[in-house]
């Protein structure tokens, strides 16, 4: 280490986190590698082109005003896209669609449910701005619409909106606190598709890294960090450093680390609740019915959306389709049948779908995030922290780390973080 405290970081993961932190540090003048097993760059933020269509891996959207897009922002990358529209969505309940109330006209006209329960929703997501949702961080999402919500039919529709914009389906287990703001975040702000795929975050952020001097080793697996920070990769090949972050998921950071299972390491692995998506993702080369773009499931954990209708992902006049179903920390217990569940809907929503279809992809369970905010550690605040005391040099950044955000934005969120903390041990061991 130089005596400025410009010191050598070694990042693990390719993805959004270890690329954001390996710009924030190179910036910061330290000499940063970062070792990414795959042969490419992205993780799941990645997007696959064929035959002019883009896929994202399974449906991805990017809150407009949180945590990502600031860390976006600061660290220069810029994208386009455009908010998907709720207005024409369907509820799909019992095997029926119902306009989904989402604005006041279709609350008012929807078969969804009857006059009480139109008039609850109508208060309840007039007031939901306003809930303070630290207040709500330790109690369940299931217990939270038990003691707050009366009607039954809102109930089921506010767990459905919860699956939307959290990905979780664990009622009994997920933070109502966190929870609630994620929906805050979605009906005062939305989402935007992007233009081009989440692989235009990961090439923007490329050029950043590039620029700002990050080493970027591809096809580089590690396969163990030593307690001192040394790096020891797959080729036999060693890396020394005074700070280590691992951007991948918690039982790969238990397993990396050298008896990383005897440490805490192993108790974030053990505590961590996923939240898991069979993702059904579909290229039309034209779309049957050009008004049916959403739909949410009320009575089964499903979805679907249109991501061509915001965002430049397909050919002209073609549409890019992406159906999944919320399956919580658990994997589909018959994936096939649930292939067969995710085409029922499109058959649903876009009957006529099959003639059309140029290039499919089914992924049966794919990890979206690997910390969902549990009621029991106490949302958000209980998420483990970048730094880790029992293993000075060695931090920790993704979707299941931090206390800001959920999915891409606590993975950029702890990135940051993570970069700010290793900045200040480099700085406090210079001076000393
Ligand atoms: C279906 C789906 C839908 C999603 N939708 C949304 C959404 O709508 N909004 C949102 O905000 N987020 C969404 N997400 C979540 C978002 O994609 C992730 O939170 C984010 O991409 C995670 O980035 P990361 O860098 O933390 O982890 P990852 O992308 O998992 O990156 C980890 C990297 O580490 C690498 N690696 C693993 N082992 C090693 C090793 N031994 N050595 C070196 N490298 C290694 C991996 O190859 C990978 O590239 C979705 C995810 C999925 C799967």
Redesign the pocket.
């Known amino acids: 280490m130089t005596q400025n405290g410009h010191g050598r970081v070694t990042i693990?993961?390719?993805?959004?986190?270890?690329?954001a932190s390996a710009t924030y540090l190179a910036r910061a003048g330290h000499h940063v590698t970062l070792?990414?097993?795959?042969s490419t760059?992205?993780?799941?933020?990645?997007t696959h082109e064929h035959k002019g269509y883009l896929f994202?891996?399974?449906?991805?959207?990017?809150?407009r005003k949180a945590e990502?897009a600031a860390v976006l922002d600061e660290l220069g990358v810029r994208f386009s896209g455009k908010s998907p529209t709720a207005s024409g969505g369907f509820a799909l309940d019992r095997g029926t669609k119902h306009a989904l109330p989402g604005g006041f006209v279709s609350l008012l006209t929807t078969g969804l449910f009857g006059v009480s329960a139109k008039i609850e929703t109508a208060r309840v997501l007039a007031t939901l701005q306003k809930v303070d949702t630290a207040a709500w961080a330790d109690v369940t999402v299931r217990d939270w619409t038990e003691r707050e919500i009366q009607h039954p039919d809102l109930r089921r529709l506010l767990l459905g909106l919860f699956r939307l914009t959290t990905?979780g389906n664990d009622p009994d287990l997920q933070s109502a606190g966190a929870a609630i703001r994620q929906l805050q975040l979605a009906l005062s702000a939305n989402?935007t598709y992007l233009d081009g795929g989440?692989q235009t975050l990961i090439d923007g952020l490329r050029v950043q890294a590039e620029t700002a001097g990050v080493d970027l080793r591809l096809g580089?697996?590690?396969?163990h960090i030593e307690r001192d920070c040394t790096v020891r990769l797959?080729d036999g090949s060693t890396l020394e450093a005074e700070a280590v972050v691992i951007?991948?998921?918690p039982d790969?950071a238990a397993d990396?680390v050298v008896d990383g299972r005897a440490t805490v390491l192993g108790q974030y692995a053990d505590d961590a609740v996923p939240a898991r998506?069979a993702?059904l993702d579909i290229a039309l080369a034209t779309l049957p019915v050009p008004r049916a773009t959403f739909a949410l499931g009320i009575d089964q954990p499903l979805y679907f959306s249109v991501h061509s209708a915001s965002a430049k992902l397909a050919p002209a006049g073609g549409a890019l389709v992406h159906v999944?179903r919320y399956l919580g920390a658990r994997k589909s217990e018959d994936p096939h049948a649930t292939e067969r569940e995710l085409e029922r809907v499109l058959d649903l929503v876009q009957p006529g779908w099959q003639a059309q279809v140029v290039d499919r992809r089914f992924?049966p369970a794919?990890?979206?995030?690997?910390g969902v905010p549990t009621a029991k550690n106490g949302g958000l605040a209980g998420r483990p922290a970048p730094a880790i005391p029992e293993l000075p040099g060695i931090y920790l950044?993704?979707?299941w780390v931090g206390n800001e955000g959920?999915?891409?934005?606590?993975?950029l969120a702890s990135?940051r973080c993570a970069a700010a903390l290793i900045g200040a041990q480099l700085r406090t061991s210079a001076a000393a």
């Not at 693990?12 to 690329?19: K, T």
Request: glycine share 16%.
């Open positions: 693990v993961g390719g993805g959004l986190a270890g690329l070792c990414e097993k795959a760059l992205g993780g799941r933020a990645a994202n891996v399974g449906p991805h959207a990017l809150y990502a990905y989402v989440w580089r697996g590690v396969s797959r951007a991948a998921s790969l990396l998506a993702c999944a992924l794919m990890t979206v995030t690997h950044a993704g979707d959920a999915l891409a934005d606590a993975s990135a």
